[in-house]
């Protein structure tokens, strides 16, 4: 599960490196974090190319009780409420990390050790005039595991245009397993025996 995620300077650079300076429609990114129900910047396909764009994170649930932020990547392609999103509409959600907690509600933070930036798998709707979004997980490595069994479907720089732009590789991509993650806890809990 995903239900938290920051941004940083870093992360707004790398989005206008991957769409260009001209791409003005991404509008000012504050720094911090990003919870569900709030805009972020999203990166999606316009006209065979990347494009970014703001986005509120969360697809309506069907009984209007609270949203949808995550969906399997196991089964997006199945379920009802994703599976047109997935053939048509999918997405990058960069961050420079993102948040778990374990069973005793302690915070950890996970990034990537060599880039700056994570992009995590996602596909958008339209719900009453606003571009929606929702981060696909997938089971846990060794580097989440053991905090949750769940993480976000993290892609490489290289699979972004493929995954968002390219049917057959983002149906592959769906399957794979992401790299290590490097893992910080807010804090140390000492023990005494």
């Known amino acids: ?11 707004e650079k790398e989005i206008r490196k991957l769409v260009g300076d001209a791409d003005r429609t991404l509008g000012v ?15 999606r396909g316009e006209h065979r190319h990347l494009a970014a764009g703001q986005m509120i994170w969360g697809f309506p649930r069907l009984d209007g009780k609270g949203l949808l932020i995550n969906a399997r990547a196991e089964t997006a392609m199945e379920k009802r409420s994703f599976q047109a999103s997935m053939r048509y509409r999918r997405c ?9 907690w374990n069973s005793q509600k302690e915070k950890y933070t996970f990034e990537y050790p060599s880039s700056p930036v994570i992009f995590m798998a996602g596909c958008y709707n339209m719900f009453e005039g606003q571009n929606r979004f929702v981060i696909l997980t997938t089971g ?27 049917d057959a590789a983002a149906e592959v991509m769906l399957h794979k397993a992401p790299g290590m993650l490097e893992v910080r806890a807010e804090y140390e809990q000492l023990r005494f025996f």
Do not use: K
């Not at 990114?29 to 990166?43: E, H, K, L």
């Not at 990058?92 to 778990?100: C, K, M, N, T």
């Open 1 to 11: 599960m995903c239900g938290r995620y920051y941004i940083d300077e870093e992360t």
């Open 29 to 43: 990114m504050a720094a911090g974090d990003v919870r569900p129900s709030q805009s972020a910047a999203v990166i």
């Open 92 to 100: 990058v959600i960069p961050a420079r990390g993102f948040y778990e």
């Open 140 to 166: 846990a490595n060794a580097s989440v595991a053991p905090v949750h069994s769940r993480m976000p479907l993290v892609l490489d720089r290289t699979e972004l245009e493929d995954w968002v732009l390219n």
